[in-house]
Nanobody
Framework: QVQLVESGGGLVQPGGSLRLSCAAS????????MVWYRQAPGNQRELVAS???????FYRDSVEGRFTVSRDNAKNTVYLQMNSLKPGDTAVYYC??????????????????WGQGTQVTVSS
């Protein structure tokens, strides 16, 4: 069983930066596929960034070049560095984990372990 806890969300102005953290317990993040989803009001949950068990990273087009996903095995934590934030990035951000990555178009329900989410609001 893996417990995930996100932190680092908040209110930021357009163009600003935030770093989200996803701290794991109960199991190690090393060797797991770790993903970040987000969900804005009225929208479906969408995959934002992925880090495969082999440490390959993938991003949705709208965040490519602005967001970076990484993991620190010593801290058992995964991060999402978000730069040049836009109002359209406003959402609740969730981290999730699985033994393998299911690809860019896979449904969120395939990821077994989820955090509770952290709110990111980009507004002036």
């Amino acid at each position: 069983q893996v417990q995930l806890v996100e932190s680092g969300g908040g209110l930021v102005q357009p163009g600003g930066s935030l770093r989200l953290s996803c701290a794991a317990s109960g199991s190690t993040v090393s060797g797991k596929a770790m993903v970040w989803y987000r969900q804005a009001p009225g929208n479906q949950r969408e995959l934002v960034a992925s880090l495969t068990s082999g440490d390959e990273s993938f991003y949705r087009d709208s965040v490519e070049g602005r967001f970076t996903v990484s993991r620190d095995n010593a801290k058992n934590t995964v991060y999402l560095q978000m730069n040049s934030l836009k109002p359209g990035d406003t959402a609740v951000y969730y981290c999730a984990a699985a033994d393998r990555w299911y690809g860019l178009g896979a449904p969120a329900r395939l990821y077994r372990y989820w955090g509770q989410g952290t709110q990111v609001t980009v507004s002036s």
